[in-house]
């Protein structure tokens, strides 16, 4: 297969766990002789710097122009601890969920059994969990009228939905569902919300056409106590933009790190895939950002395209990393030389060399392997 991939780096450590996931595509190109072209664009803080503009018309026009977007992370100090700052680097994010119609995000949450004792939610709590959450990426309050009165002391957000984008959505929800456990949890604010009892309506219409699926509603502040009282009764959650960033933040405890939480975006034309966690600028260039959660965003592009075999080989490479210790130091305390690039080095050589890599692992952490 051909791939004409955009790479969207962005800031902070985006970079660097990009570069991971790049280096294991060409690891599977390479095995499954598939020809994955890389095209780099700016986005973010460094597009701003460079560009005065978050999002320049060049790198949305290399997006629409390839097939499947990777991105990294954005964000930084200056514009983060500025509240008056005009152009931000989240504005070039959002835009280009709007401008590429990625209205749905999806965000798988697994506790894997060699970290349970990284979370800080106790073993038998978490064992088991295997949840995928279904967020309404280009609607609610986010995209909203915004409004700040003149004298600067009292500012709205409109929440707002259409029924089309509840729709579109819960159908995918509910697909997914069917291939899984066959239960879709909607979570809203139906009790104080207009905007969550329209999704409410609509999601209990749209059900009906899905008889072999249970759908059950939680009110978010009670999803989230579920969340971690017991995260196994859940299989795939549905909800709109700010209840679901919230919620799959919530979620990434269970796995012990945010950067082991991969995403995709999709929209009927366009997809991005990109790890849920931020720009983290106080690890950029230091070597410990956790590339996991890129690597296996690039497994979900890999199945987006029906290359189900090829995604099944990384994840793979990233059980047997995890379960060798060679991961970076937000999970990993018995060895201090794991770096971003071993990992990604690591889970390169398992794909070039599954029946046989690093089987005398204790050479990467002395700086041995060949591969290092």
């Known amino acids: 297969m051909k791939l004409n991939i955009a790479v969207l780096p962005g800031d902070g450590i985006g970079p660097e766990?990009?570069?991971q996931s790049i280096k294991v595509l060409k690891a599977i190109a390479l095995m499954f002789d598939h020809k994955f072209t890389f095209k780099t664009a700016d986005v973010g803080a460094v597009a701003i710097d460079r560009h005065n503009n978050p999002l320049p018309d060049a790198t949305l026009d290399l997006c629409k122009s390839c097939d499947a977007i990777l991105f990294g992370s954005i964000g930084h100090p200056k514009y983060d601890n500025d509240p008056t700052a005009k152009v931000r680097p989240e504005q070039g994010l959002l835009k280009l969920r709007k401008e590429l119609g990625l209205f749905a995000n999806i965000r798988p949450v697994k506790a894997y059994d060699t970290l349970l004792d990284k979370s800080p939610l106790k073993q038998n709590i978490i064992q088991g969990t295997d949840i995928s959450i279904y967020r309404e990426l280009t609607g609610g309050i986010y995209f909203g009228e915004k409004h700040l009165s003149e004298d600067g002391n009292v500012a709205s957000d409109l929440c707002e939905y259409s029924r089309e984008e509840i729709e579109r959505i819960t159908h995918l929800a509910f697909k997914a569902a069917k291939t899984r456990?066959?239960?879709?949890?909607l979570v809203d604010k139906a009790n104080v919300l207009e905007s969550s009892r329209l999704w409410r309506k609509v999601v209990g219409e749209v059900a009906e056409q899905y008889k072999d699926v249970t759908l059950d509603f939680l009110f978010v502040d009670n999803a989230a106590m579920q969340m971690i009282l017991n995260p196994k009764q859940f299989d795939v959650i549905l909800t709109e933009n700010m209840f679901g960033d919230i919620i799959s933040?919530?979620?990434s405890v269970i796995g012990g790190s945010i950067g082991l939480l991969a995403s995709a975006s999709v929209g009927n034309k366009y997809a991005m895939f990109e790890?849920?966690?931020g720009s983290?600028?106080?690890a950029t260039g230091k070597g410990i950002a956790n590339p996991i959660a890129s690597i296996l965003s690039a497994t979900m592009l890999l199945e987006h395209f029906g290359l189900f075999e090829e995604a099944e080989l990384i994840k793979e490479a990233v059980d047997k990393s995890l379960k060798l210790n060679i991961s970076t130091p937000d999970i990993n305390s018995k060895y201090?030389?794991?770096t971003t690039d071993k990992v990604g080095d690591f889970i390169e050589d398992f794909i070039l060399n599954p029946n046989d890599t690093n089987m005398n692992f204790t050479n990467i952490h002395l700086g041995q392997s060949t591969i290092i």
């Open 275 to 277: 790890p849920i966690h």
């Open 249 to 251: 933040d919530e979620a």
């Open 336 to 338: 201090d030389n794991v």
């Open 280 to 282: 983290f600028p106080q």
């Open 181 to 185: 456990s066959r239960k879709v949890t």
């Open 17 to 19: 766990v990009t570069n």
